[in-house]
């Protein structure tokens, strides 16, 4: 025989399961990206095809979200021991399980009173700015100065509905009364006055600080806006910001809906009462809109990716 079989495994890559633990109005969530790497006695599928000894990698994936619910996830440590035993001790022909887990870290965003679904992934966003100056001529000097982030990804993991929209002969969409909302907030907002701000304790602060403000205004409404859409917290964000912040006239956003689908576990005889879900990475909705002060005319780019 001129070739022989090497090395070989096989699994789901990256189940991206996300379990949330309610305690009262607090939640706590877990968000893992889980691959799992099995081998043993599977030279049969490779070098005739047959599948007498192959769990399939879906049903890998399965048991990932099975084993959130019934178990929950102490820690990716506990979580892969577990999904390790189960492959090695449960499957004849599997001698080896290797799992490897990413987990997403999330600090809570805080709000007044007692509630505590909201949250934002710890590290991930980027602060933009871009400044134009024009020497204008005759008409003389023009300044423009946004600024702005990305990849703020944040996550209520109540207080979101969806539901009363259009349904045509190809619509699917389940309405729902609880979902998780999560997107990652891309935001540019543009200064007035030159640059410099306006009146009052806003525009004595430095650019550090109206970040540090404009950030929190945008963390805080999307934490406290009840949301029966995207649109709607969208809205909401930019509106706070431009209310609370006489030095900015304008904000654009674009915010990824980071879809999570409930993980349906009633085939294995498990409920799911918003406790474990996938989280699908594509397609996602792309909502986007200016918020404006009233009579301020529209001059922050429409498209936020060209941006620095
Ligand atoms: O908040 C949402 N807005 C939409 O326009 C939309 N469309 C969709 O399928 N899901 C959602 N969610």
């Not at 997107?183 to 600080?209: L, M, P, Q, S, Y």
């Not at 909705?285 to 001059?299: M, N, P, Q, S």
Request: hydrophobic share 35%.
């Amino acid at each position: 025989m001129p070739t022989v079989l090497g090395q070989n495994q096989y699994g789901k890559a990256e189940t991206r399961v996300v379990r949330v633990t309610r305690d009262g109005p607090v939640h706590h969530i877990r968000d893992l990206n889980v691959s799992i790497a099995l081998s043993g006695a599977m030279d049969d599928v490779h070098l005739s095809g047959s599948n007498a000894r192959v769990l399939p990698t879906d049903t890998t994936k399965n048991t990932v979200f099975a084993f959130a619910k019934e178990h929950g996830i102490a820690s990716a440590e506990e979580f892969a021991v577990r999904l390790a035993r189960h492959f090695v001790t449960g499957q004849e022909a599997i001698g080896t399980a290797r799992i490897r887990i990413e987990e997403y870290a999330w600090d809570r965003i805080p709000v007044p009173g007692p509630g505590g679904h909201s949250f934002v992934r710890r590290g991930r966003e980027t602060r933009t700015a871009q400044v134009t100056f024009d020497s204008g001529g005759a008409a003389g000097e023009r300044w423009q100065i946004l600024s702005g982030l990305k990849g703020l990804v944040v996550m209520n993991t109540t207080d979101s509905e969806f539901h009363g929209y259009v349904k045509d002969r190809y619509t699917t969409l389940p309405e729902t009364r609880d979902r998780i909302l999560a997107t990652e907030v891309n935001a540019c907002w543009r200064h007035v006055r030159d640059g410099e701000g306006g009146g009052g304790e806003e525009g004595k602060a430095g650019w550090d600080e109206r970040y540090e403000r404009t950030r929190g205004h945008l963390l805080a409404a999307f934490a406290e806006t009840y949301s029966l859409s995207l649109q709607q917290t969208l809205y909401a964000m930019g509106s706070r910001v431009i209310e609370q912040t006489p030095g900015i006239d304008e904000i654009r956003l674009s915010l990824p809906n980071k879809h999570h689908f409930l993980a349906d576990l009633r085939p294995f005889g498990l409920d799911n009462d918003n406790e474990v879900y996938f989280a699908a990475d594509r397609p996602y909705g792309l909502i986007e809109a200016t918020v404006l002060r009233d009579g301020a005319t529209a001059a922050v780019p429409v498209d936020l990716t060209n941006l620095p």
